[in-house]
């Protein structure tokens, strides 16, 4: 695709891409994708991943997935697999290059050998208290380290011993010699290494001391030629050390720090360490379950790749921070499913319905489009028999006020198929409904009166001997309030939980056939949204998530208010 293409909407990056390429600043784009490897990947990242394998797809360049990990306590094994999967499945490929910031640990010990032969890095001994307390503040300059001034030759000995070990955690560090007055904090003699006996992930005990995070990614992503490199805006102070770093060392290419707005989404929360508090105090099952925004998470819930690139199209790419209403993601999935997802009928909470005229022991069966916006999915053939499954919802013994679907008398069109019309309700010894008696016109089958009389609802239905058993997993927002962060009142974000965000029916009736569908296959019971098997499901014992309703019941319970 043409990157000048008029599917593709050119926001300030690709402007600034396009306009390197055609000045020859860079002959190719190069990106990179960089997580750190602490949690799982969120929605936030999705957005990031399309942005930066999307550029590089769309002006002919590569995008390198590299791994962040300076950080040898939090990062894990498990963590990395599960990214690898989720960029995949997302549909980005890296080819040959993926990388780890661990790979550069030899270089980046050398380069920082330089910093310290040209006085530019010195060994401090100041604790991480007194440090921030020498830093100063926004209004007010730092003050220098009484270690600032140490020769290069205590320093290049201090810095080995470092290495070799012979300090505790947080004894020494290794300053960056910037500008302890700079306006900017970050420039204020940044931190360059610290000690941690820590064991990495992959580099084992080979080092103690970890080049920090800002000064290693600058280093990886000049080392990799990357041509822009784009981040979230809370790096946007970072950036002078960023070219501070790629300036003072003799590194390969000099890359551009682009940032750009991070994606916040109305009704949950994204950041990993909070994603992670909610895994680990059981608020939610675990990193996949469907409530959450991990990428895991809505795949299980049953969004589809293509539904997640498309909401990051839309959303596109902005300089400043918002809060993006979830109703758009869920917008995306549903008119990506809506072209693709075979209909079905389920039944989610069954009543019972005899039609007393229709003969007993007769099956017919009704032709159903699979898809009724893709005739090429076909038609399937629905049994239809004596006693029937509908919703205990599209029944009322005393219909209020515009409600068009059974009530005694009352007379419907069945989908795809007769008239039916309720006789009388049957009710057990505490006066609840547990049974219709109704009639059906034979004249109808098709769906229409000969004589020309109509009906204002069509409702769906399973039939009662040929139906399956499946248990349905209904989900609501995670939180009861559009940003649980900055809901106010002194009160913490977890108290925003909505009690209400699962729901779990058992004993629901689907059409046969649907008991073996696969894992993570799409359908859309009429009426009632697009639906996705989950994995707990087993053999002739579905679960379904729902993935999102046919229609936002939030937008109209707020129109309503
Ligand atoms: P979090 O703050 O959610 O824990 P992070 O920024 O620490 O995430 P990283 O693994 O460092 O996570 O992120 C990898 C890349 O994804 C970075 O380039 C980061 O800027 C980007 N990213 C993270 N969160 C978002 C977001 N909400 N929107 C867009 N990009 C994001
Ligand atoms: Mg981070």
């Not at 001391?209 to 990614?217: N, V």
């Not at 102070?237 to 300036?247: A, K, N, Q, S």
């Not at 029944?395 to 209020?400: H, I, K, L, Q, S």
């Not at 109808?444 to 020309?452: V, Y």
């Amino acid at each position: 695709m043409s990157p000048t293409s008029a599917e593709t909407p050119v926001d300030f990056i690709r402007a600034i891409v396009r306009e390197d390429l055609e000045s020859g600043k860079h002959d190719t784009v190069r990106t990179r994708f960089p997580p750190e490897p602490n949690g799982y990947l969120h929605i936030g990242h999705a957005k990031s991943i399309c942005l930066n394998f999307g550029i590089a797809e769309e002006f002919g360049g590569t995008c390198n997935l590299r791994f962040d990990d300076t950080n040898p306590t939090k990062e894990d094994v498990e963590y990395v697999d599960s990214i690898i999967d989720a960029v995949h499945w997302l549909g980005f490929d890296w080819d040959d290059r993926l990388y780890h910031a661990s790979d550069y640990f030899d270089q980046i010990y050398e380069y920082t050998l330089g910093l310290i032969r040209e006085g530019k890095a010195y060994v401090d001994d100041l604790s991480a208290d007194e440090i921030r307390e020498y830093r100063g503040t926004l209004t007010e300059p730092g003050r220098e380290s009484p270690y600032r001034n140490r020769s290069v030759e205590e320093n290049l000995e201090l810095f080995e011993r470092m290495r070799r070990g012979e300090f505790a955690d947080g004894e020494r560090v290794l300053r960056a010699k910037i500008d302890m007055a700079s306006p900017n904090l970050n420039l204020r003699d940044p931190v360059l290494y610290r000690i941690r006996h820590a064991t990495h992930h992959r580099t084992g005990d080979k080092w103690c001391i970890y080049p920090m995070y800002d000064y290693t990614h600058a280093i990886s992503d000049a080392l990799e030629h990357i041509t822009h490199s784009l981040c979230t805006l809370e790096f946007e102070d970072h950036r002078p050390l960023y070219d501070w770093t790629v300036e003072n060392l003799p590194v390969p290419s000099r890359p551009r720090q682009i940032e750009f707005a991070r994606l916040n989404l109305t009704y949950t929360v994204m950041s990993k360490r909070k994603l992670l508090q909610l895994v680990q105090e059981g608020v939610v099952s675990g990193w996949d379950d469907p409530r959450m925004p991990t990428i895991v998470g809505l795949r299980r819930r049953g969004y589809t790749p293509e539904a997640i690139r498309e909401f990051a199209a839309r959303v596109g790419v902005a300089k400043r921070e918002n809060l993006v209403d979830v109703a758009l993601l869920e917008d995306a999935l549903r008119d990506d499913l809506n072209r693709r997802a075979p209909r079905a009928m389920a039944v989610l909470r069954p009543l019972r319905v005899v039609i007393e005229n229709y003969p007993e022991g007769q099956v017919e069966e009704i032709e159903i489009p699979v898809n009724p916006e893709d005739a090429s999915m076909g038609v399937r053939k629905v049994p239809f028999s004596r006693e029937l499954y509908i919703e205990q919802d599209d029944f009322r013994e005393v219909p209020p006020p515009k409600y068009f679907r059974l009530s005694p008398g009352r007379e419907v069109r069945l989908r795809g198929t007769y008239f039916l019309t309720c006789e009388r309700a049957v009710k057990d010894a505490d006066g609840n409904v547990i049974e219709l008696r109704c009639r059906y016109d034979p004249a109808t089958r098709g769906g229409a009166a000969p004589d020309g009389r109509r009906v204002k609802a069509t409702i769906h239905w399973v039939s009662a001997a040929h139906a399956r058993d499946a248990e349905v997993r209904l989900y609501d927002r995670l939180f009861s309030v559009p940003d649980p962060h900055d809901a106010g009142e002194g009160r913490d974000w977890k108290s925003f939980l909505n009690p209400n965000s699962l729901t779990v029916l058992t004993g629901c009736k689907i059409e046969p056939g649907l008991e073996d569908a696969p894992v993570f296959s799409h359908y859309q019971f009429e009426r009632q949204g697009y639906f996705c098997v989950d994995p707990d499901s087993t053999p002739g014992r579905p679960v379904f998530n729902r993935s999102v309703p046919l229609r936002d019941s939030w937008a109209r319970l707020a129109a309503s208010r």
